[in-house]
């Protein structure tokens, strides 16, 4: 059986003999340059570990110990892999395993760790309400990408989101300067308005004066 040092070792040898230099300049760019790519197409990177998923899914168990160790790695290949094996295990996940995904959520940020980490916190959030408060006090952290978590989490719910909730969070990020909290909030409006666009056009009359134009246009795409 491998330990977590093999495991590590060795899907960063199977990284490093699929790895395309000339993708991974094209990669890191597009990121601007804040991480090192291996320039694996996603495809191919999750045929690397697929058999481990599956494997790791079966004990439902969640090692944290491997986890913490991609985490660690400079190649965002690494940080990728952490957030599939979350999601392929969310179901052995819990209230009490957030402070874990908060501890990645507040390293190696930006836009595609923090929503690829949104999809498990949301999962859990859907089977386990006590996540609500959480999620209200996510919505308030001096880190912006926590809230951005916070503000969109509830995407994809359909008829099972709880509007009030997604109002308070939406109402406590009102008349930020920051982009990526008003592009979240209009992706979290314009989401819920493919199931119920009447509450989102009442949401926008009676808020439109404290939102951002960016927020208004993207919650208004399908209304």
């Known amino acids: 059986m491998m330990d977590e040092t093999d495991i590590y070792h060795?899907?960063?040898?199977?990284?490093?003999?699929?790895?395309?230099?000339?993708?991974?300049?094209?990669?890191?760019?597009?990121?601007r340059d804040r991480f090192a790519f291996y320039g694996i197409p996603t495809p191919e990177r999750k045929a690397i570990y697929k058999d481990l998923l599956?494997?790791?899914?079966?004990?439902?168990?969640?090692?944290?110990?491997?986890?913490?160790?991609?985490?660690?790695?400079?190649?965002?290949?690494f940080q990728y892999f952490v957030t599939d094996y979350l999601y392929e295990?969310?179901?052995?996940?819990?209230?009490?395993?957030?402070?874990?995904?908060?501890?990645?959520?507040?390293t190696r940020q930006w836009w595609d760790s923090i929503d690829l980490l949104n999809r498990v916190v949301g999962f859990v959030a859907l089977s386990d309400r006590r996540m609500d408060e959480l999620m209200r006090a996510w919505s308030t952290d001096g880190d912006f990408w926590i809230r951005r978590i916070a503000i969109e989490h509830q995407l994809g719910r359909r008829d099972r989101t709880d509007t009030g909730l997604l109002e308070e969070i939406i109402l406590n990020n009102l008349g930020s300067d920051e982009f990526f909290i008003n592009k979240a909030i209009g992706w979290a409006l314009r989401d819920y308005s493919k199931t119920d666009s009447e509450w989102v056009r009442d949401f926008l009359s009676r808020h439109m004066d404290k939102m951002d134009k960016l927020s208004v246009r993207e919650a208004g795409k399908y209304i």
């Open 10 to 31: 060795e899907l960063k040898t199977a990284f490093e003999r699929t790895a395309d230099p000339e993708k991974a300049v094209a990669m890191a760019a597009y990121m």
């Open 54 to 77: 599956k494997k790791q899914r079966k004990t439902g168990r969640v090692d944290w110990v491997v986890l913490d160790r991609c985490w660690e790695d400079e190649h965002r290949e």
């Open 89 to 106: 295990l969310r179901k052995s996940l819990a209230l009490e395993d957030m402070p874990r995904l908060e501890k990645y959520a507040r």
